[in-house]
């Protein structure tokens, strides 16, 4: 319909047949008047009857239905809060930093993302530098293996390398020699050359690639950085705030001294 223009019909309006033009004998409406009066009478006495029988028996009715003991009011519905982001778990492969650092930043990435490698390659090493080789911060990792298939491949393949010691070398190994997005690059072969590239155990890197455990903790991940709020990558949280994107480093800077600081003046 163009704009401007309206159905002029009322609405609920029914064409029916043709109607009357007013005029009606005199018996017939009498008739009719009648008819109209006896079914009201009637109508009535039904809903007397209906109302008495309603009210004896204490049934049928909301009233009774609130004073039934055995019928418990709906409970409310209690939204489950968001996990916290730091894991905080000794030797975890993924971390690196004391787990009682005062600050955790944790990062929720994908090995498939450009900008998550350039936060590999500008800003994580300074972070790490600075915060976390001084006892200031802990840094955790986090999949976010939301780009595609080779997105998984790639975070399993890293976790197997992690449970040789060798997590953190085969992250800079993926994005040092990262591809574009779902070119078919990172096959099987591709990542089981990189292992061996870093001096791995063949065998057990492909044994723990096929581990479905490893494939879970992935998307158990990806699930708990969705539950905060996290639907792109690089996202950094540090003691609970969300930076999104690969920002500045004095962006982090700013919000890791704060964290500081707050934690400095509660202990």
């Given amino acids: 319909m ?22 009606h004998d005199d018996g017939q409406r009498t ?70 650092a005062p600050v955790v930043i944790v990062e929720w990435a994908d090995f498939q993302c450009p900008f998550c490698a350039a936060f590999a390659r500008d800003t994580e090493p300074a972070l790490v530098d600075q915060y976390v080789k001084t006892g200031k911060a802990r840094f955790e990792w986090r999949d976010f293996a939301f780009l595609g298939p080779e997105s998984t491949s790639a975070a399993v393949a890293a976790r197997a390398a992690g449970r040789q010691g060798k997590f953190w070398a085969y992250h800079d190994a993926l994005y040092t020699q990262q591809h574009s997005e779902n070119s078919g690059a990172l096959t099987s072969d591709y990542l089981l050359g990189l292992a061996r590239q870093l001096g791995l155990d063949p065998t057990r890197f492909q044994a723990d690639v096929a581990d479905p455990i490893l494939a879970q903790q992935v998307a158990t991940d990806q699930k708990e950085g969705e539950a905060l709020g996290i639907d792109g990558t690089p996202a950094v949280v540090i003691n609970g705030h969300l930076m999104s994107g690969a920002q500045q480093l004095p962006n982090y800077q700013k919000v890791i001294d704060a964290a500081l600081s707050r934690a400095t003046a509660t202990r």
């Fill in 2 to 23: 163009d704009e401007g223009q309206h159905d002029e019909q009322p609405a609920g309006h029914l064409d029916d047949g043709p109607h009357d033009d007013g005029q």
């Fill in 31 to 100: 008739g009719s008047r009648r008819t109209v009066w006896v079914g009201v009478g009637t109508a009535v006495v039904l809903l007397a009857v209906l109302i008495i029988v309603g009210v004896t028996s204490g049934g049928g009715g909301p009233a009774a239905a609130d004073k039934n003991p055995d019928r418990a009011a709906p409970s409310a519905v209690v939204p489950t809060p968001p996990p916290p982001a730091a894991r905080r778990i000794p030797g975890d492969p993924l971390a690196m930093g004391s787990p009682t």
